[in-house]
T-cell receptor, first 112, second 114 residues
């Protein structure tokens, strides 16, 4: 059964709408950030990453925005689809260290 | 296909028993990691290894042990000293020597107590 995802904040969006998932990171020295998607019973799947020398990066249907001033990261998903339903979490890393710090995640529910 | 394979998918532990979780990768990654995932919490690092025959404790290493005899393999043993072992365990790998690389994850092992 599902153990990941209990007690997480939930974002519900209509199919076809855009989704915005937010993350506050903890270490002002972190210089690399990653968004992961985790489906029920599976491991996290890499979505997109961004380095601290950028404030925006786009992928296929996804955009990550980085605001270093307030230590905030967001993931935008365009034209959200039922297959996007999952838990999304961010991770931060200080370059050339082993330490990745993971957020607790947000559950995205796509309504048909 | 390159990736990380964790086995078994489900595992049950009896009182006083040690159990071993398998993790194998064919990505030729130098670094491997073990995380524990509990409901409502971020991933917590148990152990990590940067190269063969070397590994370091993470934030919650007590009650766990690892080995890294081969680059491809990083098994985790949950010992009887771990009093709350019920969790979802995730293995990951990354290209350690290159900066700014994401970790790649396996599909996890769910450990429960009998």
């Amino acid at each position: 059964g599902e153990s990941v995802g209990l007690h997480l904040p939930t974002l519900s969006v209509q199919e076809g709408d855009n989704s915005i998932i937010n993350c506050a990171y903890s270490n002002s020295a972190s210089d690399y950030f990653i968004w992961y998607k985790q489906e029920s019973g599976k491991g996290p799947q890499f979505i997109i990453d961004i380095r601290s020398n950028m404030d925006k990066r786009q992928g296929q249907r996804v955009t990550v925005l980085l605001n270093k001033t307030v230590k905030h990261l967001s993931l935008q998903i365009a034209a959200t689809q039922p297959g996007d339903s999952a838990v999304y979490f961010c991770a931060e890393n200080l370059s050339r260290t082993y330490k990745y710090i993971f957020g607790t995640g947000t559950r995205l529910k796509v309504l048909a | 296909d390159g990736g990380i394979t964790q086995s078994p998918k489900y595992l049950f532990r009896k009182e006083g028993q040690n159990v071993t979780l398998s993790c194998e990768q064919n990505l030729n990654h130098d670094a491997m990691y073990w995380y524990r995932q509990d409901p409502g919490q971020g991933l917590r690092l148990i152990y990590y290894s940067q190269i063969v025959n070397d590994f370091q404790k993470g934030d919650i290493a007590e009650g766990y042990s690892v080995s890294r005899e081969k680059k491809e393999s990083f098994p985790l043993t949950v010992t009887s000293a771990q009093k709350n072992p019920t969790a979802f365990y995730l293995c990951a790998s990354s290209v350690y020597r290159d900066s700014n690389q994401p970790q790649h994850f396996g599909d996890g092992t769910r450990l429960s107590i009998l």
